[in-house]
């Protein structure tokens, strides 16, 4: 059974990804920082994960061994995050057998020059979070270029889930926004809500790092991890008030109008969603691993409201 470390294995993306390892036959070891429960706590696979609650500098320095096979790096944020994880691998003289998944971000992606965006398409990011993920990217693929390192990156879209608030079409967490629409009240959208969003399910992020793992033209690669597409906000709009059994109630504002109708708080994060209004491309998972997404964009929202509306 082949050795695992998961780094930041409770949040979003662990919490389906330790047990799709688990039933894919790996021995998990399950780092966070907190004691927090992971969101799907419930599944069985989750019996027999040994976790381990400390620091991601200590768990590199503590946790990693030889025998460790596989390592998911879940929350690299800086070149130097990713290069302390590869010196430790080098230092244990393991560089060119670990396999290495690194998740990145499609925030790489600023302004865009196609649509939607392929694995190609230049790194635009404009903002701290975005040039991280992009220069970790490029120093792992140096160094599967350099040294062999067994790296797959992925880029994931927004990241929804059972037990958490998904971007919702004002492009912001606001719950107030699924509350208005759940009750058949007005909300506010800007323009004519033709920005996009670009979603995915956390257990096809899973899945797609399961399919990654059991192929080889996966390895030296970064691959999107999105729903097949994106929605509008007034597509995901509409599409949510029709799931609550009423018809749409959506009324529009020039862009910076609508900006000033929300909290300061709230309109940093629209505006950082819908300036990017991202679409990616699963065309490159599909050509070199026959992946496809389980999960629609609408679908995967859907769920996420369903699994929280009691506590809205």
Same mark, same amino acid.
């Given at each position: ?10 949040? %979003? ?9 688990? +039933?894919?036959?790996?021995?998990? $070891? ?34 990693? +061994? ?43 992606? +600023? ?85 996009? $969003? ?44 029709? %799931? ?11 862009? %910076?109008?609508?900006?000033?109708? $929300? ?35 609408? +679908? ?13």
């Amino acid at each position: 059974m082949p050795n695992a470390v998961v780094l930041g294995a409770t949040g %979003h993306i662990g919490s389906y990804l330790v047990p799709a390892l688990v +039933d894919a036959g790996y021995d998990v $070891l399950a780092v966070s920082r907190g004691n927090r429960a992971p969101y799907t706590g419930d599944l069985p696979e989750w019996k027999g994960v040994r976790q381990v609650f400390t620091s991601r500098e200590e768990a590199i320095r503590s946790v990693i +061994d030889r025998n460790t096979e596989l390592v998911c790096d879940l929350l690299p944020y800086t070149r130097q995050d990713a290069e302390d994880l590869v010196s430790r691998f080098k230092s244990l003289k393991t560089a060119q057998n670990v396999r290495l998944i690194s998740i990145g971000s499609i925030w790489i992606y +600023d302004k865009k020059l196609e649509a939607p965006v392929s694995e190609s398409h230049p790194r635009t990011a404009m903002d701290d979070y975005g040039r991280g993920k992009a220069e970790i990217e490029q120093y792992l693929l140096e160094e599967h270029e350099r040294c062999g390192l067994r790296v797959t990156i992925l880029h994931p879209g927004h990241i929804c889930g059972r037990g958490w608030m998904p971007v919702g079409p004002q492009g912001n967490r606001d719950p107030q926004v699924i509350r208005e629409i759940m009750a058949g009240k007005p909300i506010l959208l800007p323009e004519r809500g033709q920005a996009t $969003l670009h979603h995915v399910h956390s257990e096809d992020i899973a899945r797609l790092t399961v399919t990654c793992l059991e192929n080889e033209n996966s390895v030296g690669e970064s691959f999107h991890s999105v729903c097949k597409t994106a929605l509008t906000l007034s597509g995901m709009g509409e599409q949510l008030y029709q %799931h609550f059994g009423f018809e749409p109630l959506i009324e529009y504002k020039p862009y %910076h109008e609508f900006l000033n109708e $929300l909290t300061k708080e709230n309109a940093t994060v629209s505006a950082e969603h819908i300036d990017r209004s991202p679409v990616a491309s699963m065309e490159k998972a599909n050509r070199l691993l026959g992946f496809e997404p389980k999960h629609s964009s609408i +679908d995967t929202v859907i769920e996420a409201i369903e699994s929280i509306k009691n506590e809205l």
